[in-house]
């Protein structure tokens, strides 16, 4: 890793501060759990206190009651120690799973919040691989690495204690070995865990062209490049398999350094208490005491410079997540939101002006439209002028960046984001269904509605027959691995939807652009109905379809150059004209 900044140093006890505070809520357990591995500690570290007695006291002065006392406190202690551990257990597994799943959820709160923006910036990837990789860096380190530092640290302090008690000097020998690891340690450990970070992200990107290369089957047979596709395969195969054995020499001589300084501190510890003994400082059981501690010591204490460091390699990790939660998200919620009784679809744009936050000019400029309840109006315009913009803007994904828009004459930001959305529906050019059945994809909008509403709306968008003849009718799975729909019928679910909902607005986004001139007929009727009594805004690619809109307004550029009827459009000759004769070769 390279040298930190001071900046990102001290952005590094941020992360800290906030992947600690996930354990807030448990603040009892972690008292509880502290408190039980003092005492355990302290539990253990009388085994070697009990053989230096039985070397000193027991066997010279042969005191057999002694002996049996001693024997009687060890049982004592163990069976005290077992119990201590198994409840110790209990509370470390559920403070580091409640934590663990808490840094999910909020994760995934987080990235709903964020809303829209952060979805059109970010591929599902990207978003998958922070639930998947990242999150579940920062969860080892509630489920492994936190407990161990605690263990570890506990036996480091105790026994430390216990060994300067015992004799100070003989401490202060391991000071240099300790230091010694201290520095070489994290060098190898660091690499190792770089490595196999690398190793994750390598393996990710390999899963994910695997998935593509399953997901566009059609694509690659099509055009007739499964080769072009496997060798794109391979190659991150290859890239993945590589990483692992580079891999191969760093994770073997991992545990080296750490066996050298332990090994290589009891040796000269060893021959330095020897001398003691001979010299009489030390009893021999007392040296037998000290040599155990000892050896429990710079064991936990090489240990715990380990854990550190894995710590800290994966606090970059938690780095990433951080900067997510620290995201703020771009729609602020009206504090105390007005609510509207009854939304009659009365909308207003008024001199909107929008550029989105990661681009350089404004996509949408001065807009003003005014739409009465009940009025069809239709957006028109070259593409890439704003259109499917001004729509999102409607959904209120995005704030405008000048002037406001209001429904029913209240400015959105001062409605709830529920109320707007529960009374505007929309209908992209594609429909996505889950993987449930038919029922439960027209429902989506309405979870409470009844069966008879379901097949009501299903009726008025002129699916019911269609779906009577499917073979479990409205229990049909449909999606990714169920029945595949067609284009038109795709949209007439989305239609279908919409009638459920019964917003008092209907926006539709080229809803039938995708569709052959047949299935377009069938959706355009369903639409017709649809259309009756709501507020409708279309963008529409085929101009013929909406001929008999109230009002067309045509975009440039993010501006509105021109507004009024089809026809007397056409009479003018301006930008209307110049589309539909710009696309007389039939598209339009
Ligand atoms: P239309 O629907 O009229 O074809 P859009 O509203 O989709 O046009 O796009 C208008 C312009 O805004 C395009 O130049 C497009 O590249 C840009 N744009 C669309 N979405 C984003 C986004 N999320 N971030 C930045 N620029 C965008
Ligand atoms: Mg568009």
Redesign the pocket.
């Known amino acids: 890793m390279q040298r930190m900044s001071g900046e990102a140093a001290a952005s590094m006890v941020q992360v800290w501060r906030w992947t600690l505070s996930f354990m807030k809520p448990y603040r009892r357990q972690l008292l509880l759990q502290l408190t039980l591995g003092v005492l355990l500690t302290a539990c253990e570290m009388m085994v070697p206190k009990s053989l230096e007695l039985f070397i000193d006291h027991v066997i010279p002065e042969r005191n057999w009651s002694y002996f049996a006392g001693l024997l009687a406190a060890m049982a004592v202690m163990v069976a005290l120690m077992l119990g201590m551990r198994a409840y110790r257990n209990l509370i470390e597994r559920e403070l580091r799973e409640k934590a663990a799943s808490d840094v999910q959820l909020a994760l995934f709160r987080k990235l709903r919040e964020l809303g829209f ?1 952060y979805y ?2 970010h591929s599902t990837g990207d978003s998958l691989s922070l639930m998947n990789t990242e999150v579940s860096a920062m969860q080892t380190i509630y489920q492994r690495h936190w407990p161990e530092l605690v263990r570890c640290s506990l036996y480091v302090l105790v026994i430390a204690v216990m060994l300067a008690i015992l004799h100070a000097p003989l401490l202060l020998w391991t000071l240099p070995w300790a230091g010694l690891y201290a520095i070489c340690g994290p060098l190898l450990e660091r690499r190792s865990m770089l490595g196999v970070l690398r190793m994750t992200e390598e393996r990710v990107a390999y899963g994910q062209s695997v998935y593509d290369s399953i997901s566009a089957q059609a694509e690659l047979r099509a055009h007739g490049r499964l080769n072009w596709d496997r060798q794109r395969v391979l190659q991150d195969l290859e890239r993945y398999l590589r990483s692992w054995r580079r891999m191969t020499v760093p994770l073997w001589l991992r545990g080296v350094p750490r066996r050298i300084v332990v090994y290589g501190s009891a040796l000269t510890m060893f021959a330095y208490g020897a001398v003691l003994v001979r010299d009489g400082f030390l009893s021999v059981g007392e040296f037998v005491a000290f040599a155990l501690y000892y050896m429990i010591m710079i064991f936990n204490l090489t240990l715990v410079i380990t854990i550190m460091t894995e710590i800290r390699v994966l606090m970059s990790q938690a780095g990433k997540l951080y900067r997510l939660a620290e995201q703020k998200a771009e729609l602020t919620e009206a504090e105390h939101p007005v609510k509207l009784p009854a939304v009659k679809g009365h909308l207003a744009f008024d001199c909107v002006s929008f550029r ?4 350089k000019a404004d ?1 949408v400029r001065a807009f003003k439209l005014d739409v009465r309840p009940g009025e069809k109006v239709a ?1 028109v ?12 803007l409607l959904g209120r994904f995005y704030d405008p960046t000048e002037g406001r828009i209001l429904l029913d004459g209240v400015d959105y930001k001062e409605l709830s984001l529920r109320q707007i959305r529960e009374s505007i529906g929309f209908v992209f050019q594609e429909t996505y269904l889950f993987g449930t059945t038919i029922r439960d994809n027209i429902r989506f909008v309405k979870p409470d509605a009844t069966d008879a509403e379901v097949a009501a709306a299903a009726k008025a968008a002129y699916l019911h027959t269609f779906i009577e003849g499917l073979p479990q009718g409205y229990e049909t799975e449909v999606g990714e691995r169920g029945y595949r729909l067609s284009g038109g019928q795709k949209q007439r679910i989305a239609i279908a939807r919409m009638f459920l909902k019964n917003a008092a607005v209907i926006v539709l ?2 809803a039938t652009s995708a569709l052959d001139n047949h299935s377009e007929q069938e959706v355009v009727q369903a639409l017709e109905a649809l259309m009756r009594e709501k507020t409708i805004v279309t ?1 529409a690619h085929r101009l013929t379809t909406v001929r008999h809109y109230d009002r067309i307004v045509v ?1 440039e550029r ?1 501006m509105a150059v021109e507004a009024g009827g089809f026809d007397e459009l056409l009479r003018r000759r301006g930008a209307l004209y110049r589309l539909v004769e710009g696309r007389a070769d039939g598209s339009g």
Do not use: A
């Open positions: 923006s059109e910036k989105y936050p990661s681009g996509i957006l315009g070259e593409s890439g002028g704003g259109k499917s913009t001004i729509l999102k986004d080229e963008v975009l993010g």
